[in-house]
């Protein structure tokens, strides 16, 4: 009989993440949450979620769709309960929310004549309005440090200028026909001049790549310098991922797909066009895009709700988008967030992992004693504790 070993610790361990792993009740799924419009409105968009869950975008009133008549107001959520920014005029859009709670976005009388670009301190606060140069302007994003980058023109279907407010360095204009849509901790801008995508770090502008169909927009950057979009291949719009400035094709589920969000993590969200003809929220992750309607849990499917487009994600991982209920009609924004495994179902695998070792020991035990020459080369290490 060979000398041999038994680790307690160590079979514990196999044991449990073979239940794991092996156990369709604990699939990747995600907590769905509708982020409603507040009290009298009519639907509800989500823009943005900070790393503290605070969400911030619009809620419609009077309209069926944004910017089809009625009007809209700037929505703060924090969990489910959406709740209106001050804002001193009918019309207005919350676009961004840094960790400090900082939103910026616009306000409007008429948003088809003029726009003034704002930022809130808190929702409690008043509007601060930016300084520009022309009438028809927007706020689309700030970062931890309150540098806030938008966009200026003097009429809604004219060209514009990408604007970037610092409170040290005041207020910059990064050229005509150029825009901005997103910046980060660092400090770079990601955008467009004219028909190229660019990245701005320290005002200089680097051209990004395209796919074969010579055509990208940017929507977001992280603090690594990865940007996020879509650009127009052989088959048509396709979500990409800039890394330095090589556009990867991120691939798609169905027909058309676009990025819009990516964390610091380089989880990335968007949607896609499925075969059903329906836009789908996705998440891409280590090589893999993901439709996320295949991970809500079966009573929220039943519900009747798709998850149309995935707007952002921040560092924990949580997910805001919009989506449709298609046996009522409702969109709504939404809120993901990674589901938890149920108490009960967690004693029970912890109850079973514990009777399997027990097991495991015994056996053990006995085969030990059923050879007194070998006994003093049987060991258990049982410093192992579950």
Known sequence: MKNFSVDISRLAGLLL????????????????????????????????????????????????????GGYTRATIWDGST??????????????????????????SVNYTTSREAVIWDNMLAPTTTLDTIYYYDSAVAINNHGQIVGNSAPLSNSYRKAVVWNSEAGTTYLGISSQAVDINDVGQVAGRIGSDVVIWTGGTAT????????????????????????????????????????????????????????????????????????????????????????????????????????????????IVGNALNRITGQSSAFLLSMATISEPYSIALFCFGLTGIGVIRRRSVLAAHSDDSDRSSLRFRTGGVL
């Open 17 to 68: 993440v073979g239940l794991v792993f092996n156990s369709p009740a604990l699939a990747t799924f995600y907590k769905f949450t509708e982020l409603a419009p507040y009290t009298g409105g009519v639907r509800s968009n989500a823009s943005a979620i900070n790393n503290l869950g605070q969400i911030v975008g619009n809620t419609d009133f009077n309209a069926p769709c944004f910017g089809c």
């Open 82 to 107: 959406g709740a209106p920014l001050s804002t001193p005029t009918t019309n207005s859009y919350a676009s961004d929310i840094n960790d400090l709670g900082q939103v910026v976005g616009w306000l």
């Open 207 to 318: 051209v990004l790549g395209d796919l074969d169909g010579g055509f990208s927009v940017a929507e977001a950057i992280n603090n690594s310098g990865q940007a996020v979009g879509w650009s127009l291949a052989a088959g048509g719009y396709r979500a990409v991922l800039w890394k330095n400035t090589a556009a990867i094709d991120l691939g798609t589920l169905g027909g058309f797909s676009y990025a819009y969000g990516i964390n610091n993590i380089g989880q990335i969200v968007g949607s896609f066009y499925a075969v059903d003809g329906m836009s789908h929220a996705f998440l891409w992750e280590d090589g893999a895009l993901i439709d996320l309607n295949t991970l809500l849990e079966n009573n929220i499917i039943a519900e009747g709700w798709l998850l149309t487009s995935a707007q952002d994600i921040n560092d924990n991982g949580e």
